[in-house]
């Protein structure tokens, strides 16, 4: 199981763990959160959970086709980071998009217990004219 430690800066086991959400492996991606984690997309509830914060997750895999993060800068304060990106994406239609996006990330026994996604996704929603 992932764990973020001395030997194994949590930058490291960020990027890591942005690698599995980009293979849209949810199995693999709960296992860098806690048990309790709760989970913010946008303006969408909260998940909590290990079976919620799956369901969204796969629920959103299956609206595009891939997925890559691309790292503008990472910002830490104790157990809280930021990480700022630009997610790449290919939608439903085959259409690429490049959006800037902003998680925040806090720890609890070196795993993410609460992860936040500030983005707007709804370019990838928007039939093709």
């Avoid at 086709?65 to 980071?81: G, M, P, T």
Wanted: glycine share 4%.
């Amino acid at each position: 199981m992932p764990v973020a430690t001395a030997a194994r800066p949590r930058e490291a086991f960020i990027r890591e763990m942005f690698g599995v959400v980009d293979r849209q492996d949810s199995t693999t991606f709960l296992t860098y959160l806690t048990p309790d984690a709760v989970f913010s997309f946008g303006n969408m509830p909260p998940a909590r959970g290990g079976p919620a914060i799956a369901a969204a997750f796969d629920g959103f895999c299956q609206s595009i086709k891939s997925l890559q993060h691309a790292y503008v800068r990472f910002f830490d304060q104790d157990d809280v980071w930021i990480v700022e990106q630009i997610v790449h994406y290919v939608d439903q239609w085959d259409r690429r998009h490049s959006l800037p996006c902003v998680n925040i990330l806090r720890f609890a026994d070196d795993k993410v217990a609460d992860y936040r996604i500030f983005m707007d996704v709804s370019p990838l929603f928007i039939p093709p004219a």
